[in-house]
Nanobody
Framework: QVQLVESGGGLVQPGDSLRLSCAAS????????VGWFRQAPGKERERVAA????????YYADSVKGRFTISRDNAKATVYLQMDSLKPEDTAVYYC???????????WGQGTQVTVSS
């Protein structure tokens, strides 16, 4: 069991940067891989990035590749999503979720709103 709280969302202009944080409590964060997902109105939920338990392996959706960077600090029990060169199409509610080895993304945060607009 792990509890997750996202923060760092907000309203920014195209081209700006934002860093989201996913703070965990409960079971040690190093037990889980972590993914960042987003969901925009009328769109299916999309996994935008993920990171392995030790941070050695990362994944990025094509839509964010080269612009977003996922990282983690297990000592601080926090996973980050650095978002650069933001576009209006990045507007969505962003969620973090944890996944154990061989499992699914079972634990989710409440989400944080990211709005990219002029």
């Amino acid at each position: 069991q792990v509890q997750l709280v996202e923060s760092g969302g907000g309203l920014v202009q195209p081209g700006d940067s934002l860093r989201l944080s996913c703070a965990a409590s409960g079971r040690t964060l190093s037990s889980y891989a972590v993914g960042w997902f987003r969901q925009a109105p009328g769109k299916e939920r999309e996994r935008v990035a993920a990171i392995s338990r030790d941070g050695g392996v990362t994944y990025y959706a094509d839509s964010v590749k080269g612009r977003f960077t996922i990282s983690r600090d297990n000592a601080k029990a926090t996973v980050y999503l650095q978002m650069d060169s933001l576009k209006p199409e990045d507007t969505a509610v962003y969620y973090c979720a944890t996944r154990s080895v061989g499992g699914s993304y079972a634990y989710w945060g409440q989400g944080t709103q990211v709005t990219v607009s002029s």
